[in-house]
């Protein structure tokens, strides 16, 4: 077969290579609180990683003695630095709590519609709560110390 | 790890699921998200119980066998799993040549990461125990 042929007669015989239409692109669809939270916990996944390096860097601070660990003390303690740790915990809980759902659902349960909706609402409301305890909790711990 | 449990001999007989290693890959993801949470809620509830602590307090707590070992074992699992997520969300959504060379740069990070902080950590064991 010419090379033209050829291909023409892949797209023609393969099932894989037929042109199918392409789906709907994602803006049309309403958001939904299960699409919702696929994203946020795959955002929250990227965000985290993010947060490893800070990690890491505070671990480095850490090692380098008091002055350094008090720099990037003084880093988080800004009010910049707040509203990112902020963030970051809520990340935290929201990738933990969407985490313990993925491995439920990897036991084949928890997939009626209104199961999905129950957890999901479940690790937001838990992702919420946990959030606010923590920094209650932190910012009491602070004032006493 | 125990693959049959998870793919029958017809699954694989008829090539459904991944034809490489793509069950490595989510069941190592599923490995270490089970290890983050006891790991990850340890590290959060200390973090939480030393806002209040100096620097000599919290380098004596972190530099203790246990703490600086759980501390160690986070670090492992933390940027294993997080080279595991991020590979799948460059390769969903890069498209273009770039896609290879942020896999590379992803898995690379994450391993120097991992590096760095453990051997911070030692560090910071080996301080408190030399300074005992």
Same mark, same amino acid.
């Given at each position: 077969? %010419? /090379?033209?042929?050829?291909?023409?007669?892949?797209?023609?015989?393969? %099932?894989?290579?037929?042109?199918?239409?392409?789906? %709907?692109?994602?803006?049309?669809?309403? %958001?939904?609180? /299960?699409?919702?939270?696929?994203?946020?916990?795959?955002?929250?996944?990227?965000?985290?990683?993010?947060?490893?390096?800070?990690?890491?860097?505070?671990?480095?601070?850490?090692?380098?003695?008091?002055?350094?660990?008090?720099?990037?003390?003084?880093?988080?303690?800004? @009010?910049?630095?707040?509203?990112?740790?902020?963030?970051? /915990?809520?990340?935290?809980?929201?990738?933990?709590?969407?985490?313990?759902?993925?491995?439920?659902?990897?036991?084949?349960?928890?997939?009626?519609?209104?199961?999905?909706?129950?957890?999901? @609402?479940?690790?937001?409301?838990?992702?919420?709560?946990? /959030?606010?305890?923590?920094?209650?909790?932190?910012?009491?711990?602070?004032?006493?110390? | 790890?125990? $693959?049959? $449990?998870? #793919?029958? +001999?017809?699954? $694989?007989?008829?090539?459904?699921?991944?034809?490489?290693?793509?069950?490595?890959?989510?069941?190592?993801? #599923?490995?270490?998200?089970?290890?983050?949470? +006891?790991?990850?809620?340890?590290?959060?509830?200390?973090?939480?119980?030393?806002?209040?602590?100096?620097?000599?307090?919290?380098?004596?707590?972190?530099?203790? +066998?246990? +703490?600086? &070992?759980?501390?160690?074992?986070?670090?492992?699992?933390?940027?294993?799993?997080?080279?595991?997520?991020?590979?799948?969300?460059?390769?969903?959504?890069?498209?273009?040549?770039?896609?290879?060379?942020?896999?590379?740069?992803? #898995?690379?990070?994450?391993?120097?990461?991992?590096?760095?902080?453990?051997?911070?950590?030692?560090?910071?064991?080996?301080?408190?125990? &030399?300074?005992?």
């Amino acid at each position: 077969l %010419p /090379t033209g042929k050829a291909e023409e007669w892949i797209v023609e015989n393969v %099932p894989s290579r037929h042109v199918r239409p392409l789906s %709907p692109n994602i803006q049309i669809y309403q %958001p939904q609180l /299960t699409s919702v939270l696929s994203i946020a916990n795959r955002i929250a996944g990227v965000l985290l990683s993010a947060c490893a390096v800070v990690l890491v860097g505070w671990l480095i601070a850490a090692a380098s003695g008091p002055e350094v660990y008090l720099r990037f003390h003084d880093l988080i303690a800004s @009010w910049p630095g707040q509203i990112l740790l902020l963030i970051g /915990t809520f990340a935290f809980f929201l990738h933990l709590c969407g985490g313990i759902r993925h491995l439920v659902w990897d036991t084949v349960r928890g997939f009626e519609l209104r199961q999905i909706y129950a957890s999901g @609402w479940m690790v937001v409301a838990a992702s919420v709560v946990l /959030t606010l305890v923590c920094w209650f909790a932190s910012l009491l711990i602070v004032g006493q110390g | 790890m125990d $693959r049959h $449990r998870f #793919r029958s +001999p017809l699954n $694989r007989a008829m090539g459904l699921g991944s034809a490489k290693a793509g069950f490595g890959h989510w069941w190592t993801e #599923r490995i270490t998200a089970v290890a983050l949470i +006891p790991l990850s809620v340890w590290f959060a509830a200390s973090l939480i119980a030393h806002s209040g602590s100096n620097y000599q307090t919290f380098i004596g707590w972190m530099g203790s +066998p246990i +703490p600086a &070992a759980l501390m160690i074992l986070l670090l492992i699992t933390l940027f294993w799993h997080a080279a595991l997520g991020l590979q799948v969300v460059i390769e969903d959504y890069v498209h273009s040549s770039a896609q290879i060379w942020m896999l590379l740069a992803t #898995r690379f990070a994450c391993f120097a990461l991992a590096a760095t902080g453990i051997v911070s950590t030692l560090r910071i064991a080996i301080g408190a125990w &030399a300074a005992n």
